[in-house]
């Protein structure tokens, strides 16, 4: 109604809403002397850089102008996509080189790392779909876990100044092997960054490399994400599936979460633990619901049996939550910016963490899914909680701030 009144927009020139311009938090535009520092005339390294937040990261870091971009990628498709679509962008003096090959495979990354001068790395290659990882554990731990040790090793041997893991709000008391890979890598990265404090320390100067996480919710229009699903659900007539009527969660657009990752880089420290602000939580059922309007349709159910799509709920899937969490046991703090947060976390120290990773190692080479499982029911897993219930009561502050 502004844009009309102030003769920006057209009565006569609507468009159909969008359902991610009613999630995630409020835009928050950059702050300048976050974006570019570290980055600028630098070599940047993306793993997973064909994924839908690696993508993402690698166009906005283009625009900083780097020196060079890596693009460290498994798929080759993926990797001929991104490849083609980034070499649009490109300005004169900026090289992009692209890696065929799995950012687990140690020998790989560390001459990659040499070859290419690399700098700074953000680390998003991951197995991400829950059902897919609970299905094939060792596939997801050997992804998620094993590469970012071998990503913060070979940092650490060729003198990165950075490397940022991406990580999720389900590696946060987890309920599933995917979320249970990211809380490991997590670990991985702190007991790492420890190993270089206590180094630096006995040298008498900082750290060389500085290692820092970012853990985040849902992304809206990452690949497998509940929107495009509703939607295309709804395309085709509906049904609806929905696992619970009672989830909830939190979401970001992807170029919001990009930009947000770059900035909390910025900041980093050194085994420092950032959260993104997502926003107030959203019930998924409300969700689906609202979209059905949004496209000009009805829901179908009991108080209206002649609506157009019906919402259907399957039943919670194994290792699926009524709620994600960005916290494990601390408060977080502000940042210069206003939607990042640090968490003052406890770390597992290296002693205790390497022998656990390293059995999980064995027991992937040997395809021994039991073993691999059993160390993940290793409790410091979840630092000083415990693994929550699946059906675990919504807490009342998130039910207080639903969106929908």
């Not at 003769?7 to 702050?31: C, S, T, W, Y």
């Not at 829901?299 to 899937?317: F, Y």
């Amino acid at each position: 109604m502004e844009e009309i009144t102030s003769g920006r927009a057209r009565i006569d020139a609507r468009r159909p809403v969008q359902v991610e311009e009613l999630l995630g938090p409020d835009a928050v535009p950059p702050l300048p002397e976050l974006l570019g520092p570290g980055i600028r005339g630098g070599c940047i390294c993306v793993s997973g850089a064909g994924g839908s937040i690696g993508s993402e990261l690698c166009r906005q870091i283009l625009r900083l102008l780097p020196s060079r971009l890596v693009l460290l990628e498994r798929s080759e498709p993926r990797l001929y996509a991104v490849h083609q679509e980034l070499q649009g962008f490109l300005q004169a003096g900026l090289e992009l080189v692209p890696v065929l090959g799995s950012a687990a495979d140690a020998a790989l990354v560390e001459r990659c790392f040499q070859e290419q001068a690399v700098e700074v790395l953000f680390h998003a290659a991951a197995y991400k779909h829950v059902p897919l990882v609970e299905a094939n554990p060792l596939a997801g731990l050997a992804n998620n876990v094993l590469s970012t040790r071998v990503v913060c090793t070979a940092a650490r041997r060729c003198g990165l100044r950075q490397v940022v893991l991406i990580s999720t709000d389900k590696a946060v008391r987890p309920t599933n092997v995917m979320g249970a890979s990211k809380r490991a890598a997590e670990l991985v990265v702190q007991a790492q960054a420890q190993e270089l404090a206590a180094a630096a320390l006995e040298r008498g100067c900082r750290p060389a490399t500085r290692l820092a996480m970012v853990r985040f919710g849902n992304v809206l229009g990452s690949s497998g994400s509940v929107v495009p699903l509703f939607r295309k659900q709804i395309a085709a007539g509906g049904p609806i599936a929905l696992t619970h009527p009672e989830i909830i969660r939190f979401f970001i657009t992807i170029p919001e979460d990009a930009q947000l990752v770059l900035q909390a880089a910025t900041l980093a420290e050194g085994a420092d633990v950032f959260l993104l602000d997502m926003g107030e939580p959203v019930r998924i059922k409300a969700l689906a619901e609202q979209m059905v309007r949004l496209s000009g349709l009805s829901v179908r159910d009991a108080a209206n049996p002649m609506g157009d799509i019906e919402i259907v709920c399957t039943g919670l899937r194994p290792g699926k939550k009524f709620y994600e969490e960005l916290l494990i046991d601390a408060e977080s703090e502000a940042t210069a910016h206003p939607l990042i947060y640090r968490a003052r976390e406890r770390a597992l120290p290296p002693d205790e963490l390497w022998p656990q990773i390293d059995a999980l190692e064995a027991a992937i080479g040997l395809q021994d899914v039991e073993a691999a499982l059993g160390v993940l029911e290793w409790r410091p897993w979840c630092s000083s909680g415990s693994v929550l219930k699946e059906d675990q009561p919504i807490p009342k502050h998130l039910e207080d701030g639903l969106v929908f």
